[in-house]
Every structure is written in C-alpha cells, then in structure tokens.
T-cell receptor
C-alpha cells in the first residue's frame, strides 16, 4: 500500500527554471494538499484541492500553480524558480469527511534553487 | 499572523518520564486539532486528534488535552521512550484546511 507518493525526492534548479512536482495517492481520498516546510516556519499550505477539478489558494500560493488532474494526482508547478522557493515540499491527502481529520503525507521533495 | 503557535522550539525529557508539548491558537473557528510526529527525511505522521467539542482524547501513551477558554492544547506522552525523539507539530483544522505550528523538537534522554 503506497499511500502518498511524491516525485522527485530531490531536485536542484537554477533560478528561472521551471519544474513540476508530482503527487499521487491510492487511498481514494477527496482532498489533496501541497505544503512547504522551512526552518522555524512549520508547514505552510500552498494550495489545496477539495475534489477533482477544484483548487484553492493556501497561505503561500505566490509563484506556484497546481493541477488536480484526476482524483489520484495533484501536481505543483514552479514556472520560474527563485531561491526563496528552496524548501522541502510535502503533498498530503485526506478523506475529508465530517469527523475524519487525518491527513496522510508523502515523503517530501527537497528542492534547492541556486 | 500565526494562528497556531508552538512556543517551545525544543524539549528534553528523561526516558520514562512524562513529555508535555504545548500549542496555542488564536482562531476560535477551528473544529479539530491534531498532533503529528516527524522524523528527519520523512513526511509527518498522524498521532492523535481531538474535536473542538471535547476536552480530552487518549490513545495508549498519548493524551491530548484541549482548553478552549484558553485556546490551548497539549500533548502528553507517558512514559516517554527513545523512539519518541522527533519533531512534533500541532495542527488545527478549519474548512478542511490544516494550519500547522512551527514544531517542537523532543529529545528523549536514555
């Protein structure tokens, strides 16, 4: 049972380059999330998707775009990478039913922008 | 504007003793509160949660207490074990979105 799978695990980009972080879940969850983790900042929500075809901005959406391709997949795109986007990125999913609160996280993608 | 705060960046506790991790929040509209544990190079894993209408939830060695009037929650781990050494994040839910605190690094001393 894979849970939430993120690719790649590591990436180095030059300033101005673009890339897409991939995320897939096999738990038939409705909701999917992208977070970034920075030292001293905890996990901050970038974008959120309540269901296929819907997305919503989180706390720090600037510089990012997302696509909820289908129920399983939720991708995060950096169109023009900046050093400030150096971070560890986590994808998560949850069933998002009333009373069911648990979100499952992937292993993370460590991104460095030079 | 940080809505979920963990004011202690680190905590050291002797093995076998009680670990108490604290979290404060400002938004009274949060309906669930959760604790996550994170090891290096891994994603956060869910530990325990509590509904805003309850004041205590227990699961084995882990108990979460919620004081709504003080907008404060705490995680008690007893007895503490070496494998509990990790970073602990509290999180609060509103409209299916989780807002996380900055984390507390717990070190269990053998």
């Amino acid at each position: 049972n894979a849970g939430v799978t993120q690719t790649p695990k590591f990436q180095v980009l030059k300033t101005g380059q673009s890339m897409t972080l991939q995320c897939a879940q096999d738990m038939n969850h409705n909701s999917m999330y992208w977070y970034r983790q920075d030292p001293g900042m905890g996990l901050r929500l970038i974008y959120y998707s309540a269901s296929e075809g819907t997305t919503d901005k989180g706390e720090v959406p600037n510089g990012y775009n997302v696509s909820r391709l289908n129920k399983r997949e939720f991708s995060l795109r950096l169109e023009s990478a900046a050093p400030s986007q150096t971070s560890v990125y986590f994808c998560a999913s949850s069933r998002a039913q009333l009373g069911n609160t648990e979100a499952f996280f992937g292993q993370g993608t460590r991104l460095t922008v030079v | 504007d940080q809505q979920v705060k963990q004011n202690s960046p680190s905590l050291s506790v002797q093995e076998g003793r009680i670990s108490i991790l604290n979290c404060d929040y400002t938004n009274s509209m949060f309906d669930y509160f959760l604790w996550y544990k994170k090891y290096p190079a891994e994603g956060p894993t869910f530990l325990i949660s509590i509904s805003s209408i309850k004041d205590k939830n227990e699961d084995g060695r882990f108990t979460v207490f919620l004081n709504k009037s003080a907008k404060h929650l705490s995680l008690h781990i007893v007895p503490s074990q070496p494998g509990d050494s990790a970073v602990y994040f509290c999180a609060a839910r509103k409209n299916e979105k989780l807002t996380f605190g900055t984390g507390t690094r717990l070190t269990i001393i053998p």
